[in-house]
């Protein structure tokens, strides 16, 4: 029986991208579909006191996340899951910096309608932004990020992982992680990170 997994993203976050290329490797190594949502660092940390720096890329943010929403509401969730590879890719393992045109390449790349692009640098859709956000957040608060993923009916944020595993090392991680979700009472298992995001 097919075990659906729910995951939200920002197409920013380098550890959302790699915790959702480990779901891609799970699905090959146990029945699984996963279904990508969108949230957004920029919703997340509007009104926050955050470094310079960091308040620069939130505001570099909004553009991609309401891209990847309007990718989902226009041509479905597989299309955004085509999206989130093609952002992906430029974004973390290729080293550009968000932009316009980034998002711009990777829409072109999966056939996306054209106005998406003008639609994601305004304000059109940041209340169904804000929804698609809360969908996701809502049930892990308001205290972490993403990735956040939602099995059995049980969310939980993460896994952070660096790099992400491959077979049956990535089933294994899977099946923990299905089994700590499981019990209500489980909040979190923690330790601090030693090594950045690997791509491979």
Not at 98 to 103: A, F, G, L, Q
Not at 121 to 134: F, G, M, P, Y
Request: proline share 6%; hydrophobic share 40%; aromatic share 8%.
């Amino acid at each position: 029986m097919t075990t659906n997994v729910d995951f939200w993203f920002d197409p920013m976050c380098p550890w959302a991208w790699m915790a959702s290329r480990w779901m891609l490797e799970v699905e090959k190594v146990r029945d699984v579909h996963t279904t990508f949502h969108v949230m957004s660092l920029s919703v997340l940390n509007e009104g926050r006191e955050l470094p310079q720096g960091y308040r620069d890329l939130m505001d570099n943010g909004w553009t991609p996340a309401r891209a990847a929403l309007l990718v989902e509401q226009r041509h479905g969730s597989e299309k955004l899951r085509e999206f989130y590879t093609e952002i992906g890719t430029r974004l973390h393992p290729g080293g550009q910096s968000v932009s316009v045109d980034v998002v711009r390449d990777a829409l072109d790349a999966v056939g996306a309608d054209a106005d998406i692009i003008d639609i994601a640098q305004t304000d059109a859709i940041d209340e169904d932004l804000r929804r698609s956000h809360h969908e996701g957040m809502d049930p892990v608060g308001d205290e972490v990020g993403t990735p956040v993923i939602r099995v059995n009916g049980m969310s939980l944020f993460g896994p952070v992982i660096s790099p992400a595993p491959k077979g049956e090392e990535a089933g294994n991680l899977f099946d923990g992680v299905v089994k700590v979700s499981a019990y209500p009472g489980f909040f979190e298992l923690k330790r601090s990170r030693t090594v950045d995001p690997i791509f491979d």
